[in-house]
T-cell receptor
């Protein structure tokens, strides 16, 4: 019940295209859903996060869509750029829990 | 303002050797974490410290010990390294529940 599932494992997109990464969770106590971006040799860095009281959050080219009833959330990267090539992790955390639960990651490659 | 600093960045150990991974944050954060990252498995929590003076086990604590030396520093010790502990280790900190986690640059550990 603590698991967060993430797909696809890897994704190749042409420059200017839309990248979509999906995550699903089981634990209804989760109430904070961040996405982290990680470049090779670096630590993960927060990209965007959402709480379950909203269905969508947009920051620049990055949008999180959240479906509370389906227990699913997704990251959309519009107008994907080669500089977006990285590994993306979704995560979930409950208010009273101390642990972020991470998905296994999606390696995104944006072709020039 | 350095954020989260980990040392060393790289380390090779022989089976049975011991070592301590150091982590320090200068953001006055209360909670600190140690994760390991393995291909296809995301980030798995080893130990965490909700506040100075407290530590708790995470998902994969076997073979590790931790010390929250003060509010800034949280160290991870491998008493007798095993090849299964070959991984990239990340330290992270958060100021309070359900806010951004800040990660260090990671320590790449190889046990031969």
């Amino acid at each position: 019940q603590q698991q967060v599932k993430q797909s696809p494992q890897s994704l190749i997109v042409q420059k200017g295209g839309i990248s979509i990464i999906n995550c699903a969770y089981e634990n209804t106590a989760f109430d904070y859903f961040p996405w982290y971006q990680q470049f090779p040799g670096k630590g993960p860095a927060l990209l965007i996060a959402i709480r379950p009281d909203v269905s969508e959050k947009k920051e620049g080219r990055f949008t999180i869509s959240f479906n509370k009833s389906a227990k699913q959330f997704s990251l959309h990267i519009m107008d994907s750029q080669p500089g977006d090539s990285a590994t993306y992790f979704c995560a979930a955390k409950g208010h009273y829990g101390q642990n972020f639960v991470f998905g296994p990651g999606t390696r995104l490659s944006v072709l020039p | 303002n350095a954020g989260v600093t980990q040392t060393p960045k790289f380390q090779v150990l022989k089976t049975g050797q011991s070592m301590t991974l150091q982590c320090a944050q200068d953001m006055n954060h209360n909670s600190m974490y140690w994760y390991r990252q393995d291909p296809g498995m995301g980030l798995r929590l080893i130990y965490y410290s909700a506040s100075e003076g407290t530590t708790d086990k995470g998902e994969v604590p076997n073979g590790y010990n931790v010390s929250r030396l003060n509010k800034r520093e949280f160290s991870l010790r491998l008493e007798s390294a095993a090849p299964s502990q070959t991984s990239v280790y990340f330290c992270a900190s958060i100021v309070r529940i359900n806010t951004e986690a800040f990660f260090g640059q990671g320590t790449r550990l190889t046990v031969v």
